[in-house]
């Protein structure tokens, strides 16, 4: 089965990390495994033929990003509750949303990055941590995905030099959670990301599915509001981190999905089970104030 070896997608990076799952998402015959070096990269294969040959025609195109469920104005909403999806999601909008596209094949777009079961006191559904708020005039996440896609033209050239490590960096915010993209507290200059990662990153939310415990701060203003995304754990006494892992046989989207469902990051022991042989957790950016609006997710070696 032929392999590509992805430097530009390293473990330790949530970022190329949900890159390398979300080509399995886009492409349902690519398979994913990690190195074994000192720091893991993703090795995609295929039945086949050459991966990279699949990923490519797979990319979205402008048209297929407008028809996803979570797009902004969405040509199959119709006008039920006046449906816009941007930041502020009213819950009534998001239900009538997600009925819609109950069959859609790209309906996790909605689940992996808002929820019904979080409401604020305004009526509005909470979002994923992947799903965060941006700064200033940063809009809402489709946006920000059409933005980065834009960039990537033509495809093919972009994605090669992304797989091996010399992608092309814009000054652009991307979907609003690389830690990469921010500099010290004394760096002004604009935020660079990778579009290819963010869009492939993008469709890696796909195995993510966000929940909440039912509370609605409209009727218990007092209660705790707390979105839970899958691989976002929290410890005894700790704040919630995502965990992921680097395993060593390779899974198609299926098998991956079912690999974090199963692995438990707490018990060691027991990863060699799941072919596992690294893992990291999240490490949320310190803001400098409370008028700092940035968020970035780094990593930590278990």
Known sequence: MPEVTCPGLSANWVNGWLAAVGATVLEPRIRLHWSRDATPVAVISSQ??????????????????????????????????????QRKVP???????????????????LTST????CVDKAGNAGHAPFDPAGPGTTKWLHHRLTKAHAHVDPPGEWICRCLAGRGRRVEDNGLGFDQTRVGSQADKSGKWTDPVIEVLAFFGLALLPARGDG???????????????????KPARAERHFFW?????PLDRNGIDALLDAWKPEERRTWHRYGVHAAWKSVRFMRTSDADATRAYGARRL
């Not at 979570?70 to 449906?83: C, S, Y």
């Not at 239900?95 to 309906?107: E, G, I, N, Q, V």
């Not at 892992?245 to 046989?249: G, N, R």
Request: hydrophobic content about 45%.
């Open 48 to 85: 086949d033929g050459d991966p990279v040959d699949a990923l490519v025609p797979a990319w979205p195109s402008s048209a297929m990003l407008a028809d996803l469920p979570v797009a902004e104005n969405w040509p199959k909403a119709g006008t039920e509750h006046g449906v816009r999806l």
């Open 91 to 109: 819950v009534a909008a998001l239900r009538a949303r997600m009925r819609k596209a109950r069959a859609h094949p790209f309906s996790w777009t």
């Open 114 to 117: 808002m929820t019904d079961l």
């Open 215 to 233: 509370v609605d701060l409209r009727l218990s203003p007092s209660a705790e509001l707390t979105v839970r995304q899958k691989g976002w754990l």
């Open 245 to 249: 892992p680097a395993w060593k046989q």
